[in-house]
């Protein structure tokens, strides 16, 4: 892997606008770094002056080395400023890129695995890869500095400046070699603590489930193995760094003694005036200083175009298509027709599945575990694309609306709600933000939500906490519900909560349900007995497709699948009442 900044490799991730300021940048940074260079290399006449006790040859060069001294620092700040506008210039652009791009992506992509990378690419990777702006300088500046410095050196006495430059490949592969040590020994310290890390919120996450079941001992003891590992992997990386760091120190220290052993053995030999070799060898040292620095820094571009590289991958993923011209949705019916479809190639979730939900009507969807429930309803929010096959929505295919089109009509109540760390209010309003103070009161009140603000200290204006987690599950459904209603969308997909409530939640969420269905199209999947009775018809999926469809009764009477899962479920059903009443 090369080492060196590799700029015109990211110019597809640099804004267009600020590639002209970037080039005048790097450019004057340049300017300024042969400046630094000649700065170094005027300081040889001062100093064999000073040796030399000739005051007044020294005062001659000391005043304009003076002047360019306080210019190269009016001109360091004025780069490091440039610097900050451009960096943050182009990080304020690559948040919009992002932010635009993820508004295109399909739903489904977000809980990939690289969808789930999302917030930790956004806080980290932008940033590091707008970062680039100063490593680029500071490169420059570690290059072209002690290039100019070279060519002084050179120009004094050539033959010091060809032991400076032999020596300088070693000291730079001794640094090199050095620090890829150092990276290795601090690489596996970060697993280890990433490790430790993990288990520790494991470990505090799964307290309850622990000592329900007595085994705090044994989910304490894979926290301390993870403990050990990381301290074992801190101390490996102090001794493992060592040698990296006294190898690049040892580059470093060979080079000046060639440096200062040629200077000596010219000046011993007389071809060297001493005062002159002194200036030569601090002259050598200031060439070999920003040598160090050098390896440092490609190392952090190295990461920085890491990042720069998951943001490329990420601009680059396919968006969801959108129709040129979009059909408008003429009903609120749903139907499904021989979609296939999979999350992976080769895998099929979904084979042959046909469904059909009138519009203002409502379906329950029942089936095993991992039949593919959850799947329907996203294929009908189009979070995916069917492989093959047809998802409608009013009549219209899908891939026909305009996606905004699409979810404006559909509201959903997931199982495991999200709610933001506002007020109640907040939260129900979030579902429609244009929604007046009353319109969300009335759908707070008949998802039965105006009960949890009764309790709770501040009313209306209490504080949810992150995630809703100051409400039990069952008010967290209602405030859910309370949010569908505000938006009033025609067709709402709802995954009934599966945890026990309590009876008062219960009722509570069974009143909010049978408010949210009143003239909608309603698509639930159905884990309540009296939720599926009360649907105007079942679909039972199995193996991927739906094998049965039609209302309660006839099913039941039909002494198929959905009998066999009916029986199964009154029996848990009446062995849970038998064991509350016992
Ligand atoms: N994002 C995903 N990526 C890969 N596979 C997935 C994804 N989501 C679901 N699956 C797989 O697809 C299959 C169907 O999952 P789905 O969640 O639709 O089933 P379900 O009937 O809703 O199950 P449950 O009742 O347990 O919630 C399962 O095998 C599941 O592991």
Redesign the pocket.
């Known amino acids: 892997m090369t080492s060196s900044p590799d700029f015109p490799d990211s110019g597809d991730l640099f804004p267009v606008v600020l590639r002209r300021p970037l080039f005048l940048y790097l450019f004057a940074s340049t300017g300024y770094a042969v400046s630094e260079g000649v700065v170094f290399g005027a300081f040889v006449p001062l100093l064999a002056a000073l040796l030399e006790e000739r005051q007044e040859k020294a005062a001659r060069w000391l005043i304009p080395l003076v002047g360019a001294a306080v210019v190269g620092w009016f001109a360091h700040y004025y780069l490091a400023s440039r610097a900050l506008t451009l960096s943050s210039d182009w990080r304020r652009d690559l948040y919009t890129r992002v932010g635009d791009k993820l508004l295109t992506l399909p739903l489904?992509w977000f809980?990939?695995p690289r969808g789930r990378q999302v917030p930790q690419l956004v806080t980290g990777d932008v940033t590091r890869a707008a970062g680039r702006v100063f490593i680029w300088q500071e490169l420059i500046v570690a290059v072209v500095t002690p290039a100019t410095i070279a060519v002084f050196l050179i120009a004094a006495d050539w033959r010091m400046g060809l032991a400076a430059l032999v020596v300088v490949p070693v000291a730079l592969a001794a640094l090199a070699l050095g620090n890829r040590f150092t990276t290795r020994a601090e690489a596996a310290e970060h697993a280890a603590t990433a490790e430790a890390g993990d288990r520790l919120v494991e470990f505090a996450s799964a307290q309850a489930t622990l000592r329900a079941t007595g085994q705090t001992a044994t989910g304490r003891a894979a926290l301390d193995e993870a403990l050990q590992a990381q301290h074992r992997a801190a101390r490996r990386e102090v001794v493992g760094s060592l040698p990296g760091q006294y190898l690049g120190e040892f580059g470093i220290q060979l080079a000046f003694t060639a440096l200062l052993l040629t200077g000596v053995l010219l000046a011993t030999r007389d071809d060297l005036d001493p005062a002159r070799m002194i200036a030569l060898v601090v002259l050598g040292i200031s060439l070999l200083r920003p040598l160090s620095a050098m390896i440092g820094l490609s190392g952090a571009d190295r990461e920085a175009k890491a990042s720069a590289d998951r943001i490329i991958e990420l601009l680059a993923v396919a968006p969801l298509p959108e129709p040129v011209s979009p059909r408008a949705i003429a009903h609120f019916g749903i139907d499904m027709e021989k979609v296939r479809f999979g999350?992976?190639e080769d895998t099929d979730?979904l084979r042959d599945l046909t469904l059909t939900i009138p519009p203002g009507s409502t379906t329950a969807l029942v089936?095993?575990?991992?039949?593919?429930?959850?799947?329907?309803t996203?294929l009908i929010a189009r979070f995916h694309d069917v492989t093959e096959g047809r998802v409608r929505v009013g009549g219209v295919d899908v891939r026909d609306l305009s996606s905004s089109d699409l979810l404006a009509h559909i509201a959903f109540v997931f199982q495991d709600v999200y709610l933001l760390d506002g007020t109640l209010e907040d939260n129900i309003r979030f579902g429609n933000p244009d929604a007046t103070h009353d319109q969300v009161r009335d759908a707070a009140r008949r998802a039965r939500v105006d009960t949890v603000a009764a309790r709770l200290p501040d009313g209306w204006e209490s504080r949810v906490g992150e995630g809703g987690k100051l409400l039990s599950g069952g008010e967290r459904q209602r405030v859910a519900i309370a949010r569908a209603l505000c938006k009033d969308a025609p067709i709402v997909l709802l995954?009934e909560a599966t945890a026990s409530l309590d009876t008062e939640n219960e009722a509570a969420v069974h009143e909010a349900l049978a408010e949210l269905s009143a003239d909608r199209t309603v698509l639930v999947?159905a884990h309540r007995l009296d939720t599926i009775t009360r649907a105007d018809q079942i679909a039972v999926?199995d193996g991927g497709r739906v094998v049965e469809v039609g209302p309660h009764h006839d099913l039941l009477a039909r002494g198929g699948r959905y009998a066999a899962f009916w029986r199964e479920r009154e029996n848990a059903q009446g062995w849970r009442l038998a064991a509350k009443s016992s």
């Open positions: 489904g809980e990939s999350y992976q979730v089936g095993p575990s991992g039949a593919g429930k959850t799947t329907v996203r995954d999947i999926l």
